[in-house]
């Protein structure tokens, strides 16, 4: 019964590959986000998603395509992947427009060789 | 800009230790307050956060009060457990707009018995 979860744990994948991480929340919230993890532990919003529409896009590449295929839903694509993007995604939720407390999921560890 | 600087880590303690882990932030208005914590394995979990000045959050032990006038939101505990080792997160979200956490870099605890 886990609230917030994310698809893989883990993903090893080689520099110019697509790749998806998926997000799921079963706590009925409207808003969800994504979020980088750098090597240096540095947590950084990058998009979020509020009833399936995008109200936050922080300055990413454009590599990076955020999909909401319902409100339970935020799927994040990654194309042609390069070393920089090795990091940790943690995926997240929120209720009342985002105005209520975060909750987070696992995270996904990505490393690009 | 908006920022969170938090202590270095990793912080090691023996059980039973008093705990302090320094936060300040920088930030345009009246910001709300977050102490996050991420257990191995797991997702970021919220710890105890402040909405306003003098506002004190508390939860499991754990303690930091939002002081404006030196614009710090330090983490206190006056005897930390073995269970208590983990990554611990100071954040902000800025007062109007969305829901956007500005994450501090993190700071690793370790407890040893």
């Known amino acids: 019964d886990t609230a917030v979860s994310q698809t893989p744990k883990y993903l090893v994948t080689q520099m110019g590959n697509d790749k998806s991480i998926k997000c799921e929340q079963n706590?009925?919230?409207?808003?969800m986000y994504w979020y980088k993890q750098d090597s240096k532990k540095f947590l950084k919003i990058m998009f979020s998603?509020?009833?399936?529409?995008?109200?936050i896009n922080e300055t990413v590449p454009n590599r990076f395509s955020p999909k909401s295929p319902d409100k339970a839903h935020l799927n994040l694509h990654i194309n042609s992947l390069e070393l920089g993007d090795s990091a940790v995604y943690f995926c997240?939720?929120?209720?009342?427009?985002?105005?209520?407390?975060?909750?987070f999921g696992p995270g996904t560890r990505l490393l690009v060789l | 800009g908006d920022s969170v600087t938090q202590m270095e880590g990793p912080v090691t303690l023996s059980e039973e230790a008093c705990l302090t882990i320094?936060?300040?932030?920088?930030?345009?208005?009246?910001?709300?307050l977050f102490w996050y914590v991420q257990y191995p394995g797991e997702g970021l979990q919220l710890l105890l956060k402040?909405?306003?000045?003098?506002d004190k959050g508390s939860n499991k032990g754990f303690e930091a009060t939002y002081r404006k006038e030196t614009t710090s939101f330090h983490l206190e505990k006056g005897s930390v457990q073995v269970s208590d080792s983990a990554v611990y997160f100071c954040?902000?979200?800025?007062?109007?707009?969305?829901?956007?956490?500005?994450f501090g870099a993190g700071t690793r605890l370790a407890v040893h018995p």
């Open positions: 706590l009925g919230h409207d808003t």
């Open positions: 402040a909405t306003k000045a003098d």
């Open positions: 997240a939720s929120s209720q009342d427009g985002g105005r209520e407390t975060q909750y």
């Open positions: 320094n936060c300040t932030y920088t930030a345009t208005g009246y910001p709300s």
């Open positions: 954040a902000l979200r800025l007062s109007g707009g969305y829901n956007k956490l500005i």
């Open positions: 998603y509020n009833n399936k529409e995008l109200i």
